[in-house]
């Protein structure tokens, strides 16, 4: 009977610490990239806030966003999440290209013509197989599909309206998807450390560089760059990812809740990162840029000489080269 009574104290002294353990198991740890409070990025981090207001309104789970890189950088986020150890991070394609090859079709120069057809895509029968092939990969669920900044654009520290134009530049470009098509216009390419970018554009390591309109202002290039070309020749996004484990262990209601959340998440992004590039745009202006606006006819310039060697390079070097036409095709049919 002593034995009895022990045991029961001791049986409810573990249910009850595997409450806490089951509770703990649905909550959502965010590892983000930039500080909690950064200007003009609020699409990135407000698209999380949004994410987890919405979750914890709908829901008792519980959304913990780490900032600025403090979970590790962001391959390694991506890791873990693929682990399990961190349920989602906002690791952008080219984090992702390293664990799926595939993704890089959706870098390809002048795929899409603009945002809306790039959320077309994403958001239709292309960008949905292409997560399910994320998925089965890698462990990662993508939610959906989010904008980080909107297009690159090339800028320079004289005018470039051609192709040729940039015969003789020098410009720092990351990955062979950028340098290939660089180096095909009779520019060369130089792989600076993002850190030394700056500098490297005030003392003439490089002329010229390409970013998004919003990078280009957070690092004060206006200082260092007298024109910025709105060439628009790589969509920059991101998945919005899920460690696929946490997600199947939660109820079918709660898999709803964050479906919806991301859904929510999403439109905050598109909306936020169309309103700070216009304004990004408007600033550089202010700052004594001279902003270059190409004709349709001058961006298909462009293409001709950038998109074919690119898709020479993917054909050689993601796992699946078909997608290449498939996705010209979703765009295409996206119009």
């Known amino acids: 009977m002593t034995r009895l009574n022990t045991s029961l104290p001791a049986l409810a002294l573990a249910a009850a610490l595997a409450l806490p353990a089951t509770a703990q198991a649905q909550d959502i740890t965010i590892g983000l990239s930039l500080p909690e409070t950064i200007e003009g990025f609020d699409f990135v981090n407000g698209m999380y806030r949004t994410f987890a207001e919405q979750i914890e309104a709908n829901s008792s789970m519980t959304v913990n966003l780490v900032y600025g890189g403090a979970l590790g950088n962001p391959n390694d986020r991506l ?27 959706l870098n390809m120069p002048y795929l899409f013509p603009d945002e809306a057809t790039a959320w077309a895509v994403l958001d239709g029968p292309f ?102 070309i709105l060439s628009g020749h790589t969509y920059a996004f991101g998945p919005l990812g899920i460690s696929d484990m946490f997600f199947d262990s939660l109820s079918e209601e709660y898999q709803q809740v964050v479906l919806d959340a991301a859904e929510s998440a999403i439109a905050f992004n ?3 990162s169309r309103a700070v590039e216009a304004s990004a745009i408007d600033f550089a202006r202010e700052q004594g840029v001279t902003v270059v606006e190409l004709t349709d006819e001058q961006r298909a310039a462009f293409r001709d000489v950038m998109q074919p060697v690119a898709n020479d390079w993917l054909a050689a070097n993601i796992d699946n080269p078909a997608l290449i036409d498939e996705a010209i095709a979703a765009v295409e049919a996206a119009r």
């Open 270 to 272: 598109r909306e936020t």
């Open 79 to 105: 890791g873990q999440m693929r682990r399990g150890i961190l349920e989602m991070t906002d690791a952008a394609d080219g984090n992702y290209a390293s664990i799926h090859s595939d993704i890089q079709v």
């Open 127 to 228: 960008g949905q197989a292409m997560a399910e092939d994320i998925r089965e990969s890698t462990g990662i669920r993508v939610l959906g599909w989010w904008e980080s900044g909107g297009f690159k654009h090339f800028s320079a520290d004289r005018a470039v309206e051609t192709p040729e134009d940039m015969a003789g530049l020098k410009l720092r470009v990351l990955g062979p998807l950028a340098t290939i098509p660089v180096e095909a216009m009779g520019a060369s390419a130089s792989p600076v450390a993002f850190g030394e970018l700056y500098t490297a554009l005030r003392t003439g390591v490089v002329d010229g560089q390409d970013n998004s309109v919003s990078v280009f202002n957070l690092v004060n290039l206006y200082e260092v760059q007298s024109h910025l």
